[in-house]
Nanobody, 123 residues
Framework: QVQLVESGGGLVQAGGSLRLSCAASGRTFSNYAMGWFRQAPGKEREFVAAITWNGDTTSDAGSVKGRFTISRDNAKNTVYLQMNSLKPEDTAVYYC????????????????WGKGTLVNVSS
């Protein structure tokens, strides 16, 4: 059993930065991928970025490329999302997810999900 707890969300002005954290606890996996998703009010959840156990990253969210960076600290079982140049349209609940396979994670079928942290970007 794995538990994921997000933190770091809050209210920030447009152009500002936030760093989200997702701490994983419970059973340890030798190989796993972790990622971030977000869901804005009235919209479907969307993929933001993911990182493999060995540090490879991927993202297909064109709206955040160049502004958001995902990273991980394996020693702390923690994944981060550095968010720079925030825009009001980035306002959403951000969710952390974890799975042994990236393909499963990307398909919104991750084995484990956090409860989310709210990011509210004001104009």
């Amino acid at each position: 059993q794995v538990q994921l707890v997000e933190s770091g969300g809050g209210l920030v002005q447009a152009g500002g930065s936030l760093r989200l954290s997702c701490a994983a606890s419970g059973r340890t996996f030798s190989n796993y991928a972790m990622g971030w998703f977000r869901q804005a009010p009235g919209k479907e959840r969307e993929f933001v970025a993911a990182i493999t156990w060995n540090g490879d990253t991927t993202s297909d969210a064109g709206s955040v490329k160049g502004r958001f960076t995902i990273s991980r600290d394996n020693a702390k079982n923690t994944v981060y999302l550095q968010m720079n140049s925030l825009k009001p349209e980035d306002t959403a609940v951000y969710y952390c997810a974890r799975d042994s396979l990236f393909a499963t994670l990307k398909a919104y079928q991750a084995a484990y999900w956090g409860k989310g942290t709210l990011v509210n970007v004001s104009s």
